[in-house]
C-alpha cells in the first residue's frame, strides 16, 4: 500500500504488546534488537507470520534466519536492552486510550480494528485531500 | 388567599419550571451528557500526547502529507 501511494504516505510502527499476550512483550523487544541491527522491517514480517510462536528459542531462530549475529541478538534480547523503549511505546498507547489492536492514527484521526484495503484508501485519500 | 402573582419572584419561576414538559429537561440532561463524552473522548486525548518514533520502525519519506501511526500487537 505504501509502494501504491508512492512516497505520498509515511508508516510509524508503535509496540502495543497487550498484557494478555504474555510472549508479545519479549517478541516486540526483539524486534528492535533486529532493527538495531539494520533489520526491523524483514523481522517484523517474520513475527507476524511466525505468531504465536515467540518463545526465546524462537527468536533467536527468525533472527538466524535473517542472517544475524545469533550470539549478538542472543544477548541483546537477554540484557532486555529495549525493554525500556517498548514500556514507552504502551504508555503512549494508554496515554491515548489504545487498548485494543491495531489501532491506526491516519493524520491523527483513530482508526480502531482490522479495516478492509478499501476502507483504508478511502480514508488514505480524504487525508490527502486535506493536506492540498 | 393570593393569585401566583403575589408569591416571591422565585416561587412563581419554580412554578413555571415545574409546569414544563419533562421533554425540555430530558433534551438539557442530553446535551450535558454530550459535551461530557466529548470532553473525554480519545480525540481530545490525541492533541495532548506528543509520540516518539524511532528511525528503524518508520516506512516512507518525513516529507509524506499522510502519516500512518499503528498500534500493534505481534501476538
Known amino acids: 500500500m505504501l509502494e501504491e501511494y508512492d512516497g505520498r504516505v509515511r508508516l510509524v510502527f508503535k509496540d502495543r504488546p497487550l498484557a494478555m499476550h504474555t510472549l508479545a512483550r519479549a517478541a516486540h523487544e526483539a524486534a528492535r534488537c533486529a532493527g538495531a541491527a539494520g533489520k526491523y522491517w524483514a523481522y517484523h514480517d517474520r513475527l507476524f507470520a511466525a505468531q504465536p510462536a515467540f518463545r526465546r528459542s524462537d527468536l533467536l531462530t527468525y533472527a538466524a534466519e535473517l542472517g544475524l549475529d545469533r550470539d549478538a541478538f542472543a544477548k541483546c534480547v537477554d540484557e532486555r536492552r529495549f525493554a525500556a523503549d517498548v514500556e514507552r511505546d504502551i504508555e503512549q498507547a494508554q496515554a491515548l486510550g489504545i487498548n485494543s489492536t491495531p489501532t491506526f492514527l491516519i493524520n491523527g484521526r483513530p482508526v480502531i480494528g482490522a479495516t478492509s484495503i478499501e476502507e483504508f484508501r478511502s480514508i488514505i485519500d480524504r487525508a490527502l485531500q486535506e493536506r492540498r | ?75
Do not use: H
Open chain 2, 1 to 75: 388567599m393570593g393569585t401566583a402573582t403575589s408569591y416571591p419572584r422565585f416561587v412563581n419561576r419554580l412554578s413555571r419550571c415545574a409546569a414544563r414538559s419533562p421533554r425540555v429537561y430530558y433534551s438539557w440532561l442530553g446535551a450535558v451528557l454530550a459535551v461530557l463524552v466529548l470532553a473525554s473522548s480519545p480525540s481530545r486525548a490525541l492533541a495532548q500526547i506528543e509520540l516518539s518514533w524511532t528511525p528503524s520502525m518508520i516506512k516512507g519519506p518525513a516529507s509524506a502529507p499522510v502519516t500512518i501511526v499503528e498500534f500493534s500487537d505481534y501476538q
